[in-house]
């Protein structure tokens, strides 16, 4: 079974109050695939341009992942995105934004790729994210992230977006933009009533938050306090919960449970350094490791 | 075995988005020991004015919570505190506060009091947090909770206190600001390092964060969608927590974390009426019926 994912690919920038690093791997699809290259083989559909370092593919490449989709524009430049932390480590500025190539992304599937079971759509334009959906027919699940600017800028494509989707992933901030209300027990229902089967309320620092028909519930995000840069977070706890998803190739209410748990330690890592950093030095022992301390702290 | 707790005894007038209420039975001793009062005897030493209403006092007494040692003031007003929520429900303004006899506040143990083993001395004056901890020397389990102004204003006095105490219960803010990180994970035991054996710290809405020498862990609120006022949220926490552990007589690892569970739940309950109107429907089957869904929450 393998896992389709379709998003960014990007060159990040980012600044923290201790350090800067430049021309980091980032992008949405990217954390996604190498969190969920722990668990299952990954398909990314993506673009970049002709600046796009070899040793970035080869770094999701040595994961497994395969990168035949990610296509390479002639004369293009990769979206690119420099942006700051703030003390708290939570609030972010972003300095700089380049689409560049991202900005026509026009996702174009082939044979064999159209025939995904579990397809997680990352964050991008809505009306982009239908159109890889109807390229998936036979898609068993298929799981979607959005932002703030596509929910002010595109509500209707979002709306008809959540109609298509099994399942949403999404910030806390984005839960509250979309209700109206700050209550996230409450705004995952009224989001669930927009049309997903599931919500996932992501909560950064203080976890997430699981909300289907039958079924509301929160678990705390792993402490760790060595927080060194949280891009990618809410991008690689969803790259863990898929790739568990997949690799079960089950998703009833106890696999999503668990596979909610593999998404909060995988992000809990991939917060430990720059970009990737962390995450190349981890394997799935690591995680499993992790996921008994887990376990352990929240039993009573 | 019983359980004392010295703290404030209020008038509370609150206003939320939705509706205002006043005249409403507050302040940190009061929401302890009411929520303390489902799992044990307590005794609760304050001081009010003589426009105390009748009603509050007996709103206790039902609960078999002992007001001997609820000094009474003649002439004098109780303390008074007017405040508004925003929207959010999180943060709140101080429309006015009148400390009136709360101002001279000075416990004098009775003998009998004086043999408490378990002990929580609610937010105050650190000096006389630690005139209360002169008065019981066979103590067993001293437990203080602090806020802002007296690290702000006395912060020497707060630091003797934190040498003196078994435990210490703060929020989030004051960590921080105890500490000057941002990263919960580490404030915590840095606090710890300051004295007190084991350090809670209470996150209001996403749970609450314990730390002692060889542990560390955090567990989540109970999401509930209809939070209604949250005053006292905090000091029901510690009174769920510390009312279990002084019916169980014990404070071992195992019971601290389940009585942190206990008071996680109690709070649940405490937010979802104004002052305590919630908290005078429910019963511990109540408390026991939530726990049941709580722990099958966190099991996965």
């Given at each position: 079974m393998s896992l389709l994912v379709v998003g960014s690919v990007a060159i990040d920038n980012v600044e923290t109050p201790d350090a800067r690093r430049d021309d980091?791997?980032?992008?949405s699809a990217t954390h996604f695939s190498y969190a969920a290259s722990f668990f299952t083989r990954v398909r990314l559909v993506g673009v970049v341009g002709?600046?796009?370092?070899?040793t970035h593919i080869d770094l999701l490449s040595q994961r497994g992942?395969?990168?035949?989709?990610l296509q390479v524009v002639s004369g293009g430049r990769t979206f690119r995105w420099t942006g700051r932390y703030q003390p708290n480590m939570n609030d972010r500025e972003t300095l700089d934004v380049q689409l560049n190539v991202f900005g026509q992304f026009d996702p174009v599937l082939s044979d064999d790729y159209r025939l995904a079971k579990y397809v997680f759509l990352a964050n991008g334009v809505p009306s982009v994210q239908m159109k890889v959906l109807d390229q998936v027919p036979g898609c068993r699940l298929a799981v979607a992230d959005t932002m703030e600017l596509w929910i002010e800028q595109t509500r209707d494509d979002v709306m008809e977006l959540f109609q298509r989707i099994d399942g949403l992933v999404i910030n806390d901030s984005e839960a509250k933009l979309l209700t109206?209300?700050?209550?996230l027990a409450l705004a995952g229902h009224l989001v669930r009533a927009m049309g997903p089967k599931f919500v996932v309320i992501k909560k950064g620092e203080h976890g997430a938050m699981f909300f289907s028909e039958h079924e509301m519930y929160v678990l705390p995000a792993?402490?760790?306090?060595?927080?060194v840069d949280p891009t990618g977070a809410g991008d690689s706890f969803a790259g863990g919960m898929m790739g568990y998803l997949t690799e079960q190739d089950n998703f009833d209410p106890k696999t999503l449970k668990t596979a909610m748990a593999y998404g909060i330690l995988v992000a809990s890592f991939n917060v430990e350094?720059?970009?990737?950093e962390r995450m190349q030095k981890i394997s799935r022992d690591d995680i499993e490791a992790r996921l008994a301390e887990y376990r352990q702290m929240l039993s009573f």
């Amino acid at each position: 079974m393998s896992l389709l994912v379709v998003g960014s690919v990007a060159i990040d920038n980012v600044e923290t109050p201790d350090a800067r690093r430049d021309d980091l791997l980032g992008g949405s699809a990217t954390h996604f695939s190498y969190a969920a290259s722990f668990f299952t083989r990954v398909r990314l559909v993506g673009v970049v341009g002709e600046d796009f370092p070899r040793t970035h593919i080869d770094l999701l490449s040595q994961r497994g992942i395969d990168t035949s989709g990610l296509q390479v524009v002639s004369g293009g430049r990769t979206f690119r995105w420099t942006g700051r932390y703030q003390p708290n480590m939570n609030d972010r500025e972003t300095l700089d934004v380049q689409l560049n190539v991202f900005g026509q992304f026009d996702p174009v599937l082939s044979d064999d790729y159209r025939l995904a079971k579990y397809v997680f759509l990352a964050n991008g334009v809505p009306s982009v994210q239908m159109k890889v959906l109807d390229q998936v027919p036979g898609c068993r699940l298929a799981v979607a992230d959005t932002m703030e600017l596509w929910i002010e800028q595109t509500r209707d494509d979002v709306m008809e977006l959540f109609q298509r989707i099994d399942g949403l992933v999404i910030n806390d901030s984005e839960a509250k933009l979309l209700t109206g209300t700050t209550n996230l027990a409450l705004a995952g229902h009224l989001v669930r009533a927009m049309g997903p089967k599931f919500v996932v309320i992501k909560k950064g620092e203080h976890g997430a938050m699981f909300f289907s028909e039958h079924e509301m519930y929160v678990l705390p995000a792993y402490p760790t306090s060595r927080v060194v840069d949280p891009t990618g977070a809410g991008d690689s706890f969803a790259g863990g919960m898929m790739g568990y998803l997949t690799e079960q190739d089950n998703f009833d209410p106890k696999t999503l449970k668990t596979a909610m748990a593999y998404g909060i330690l995988v992000a809990s890592f991939n917060v430990e350094g720059f970009g990737l950093e962390r995450m190349q030095k981890i394997s799935r022992d690591d995680i499993e490791a992790r996921l008994a301390e887990y376990r352990q702290m929240l039993s009573f």
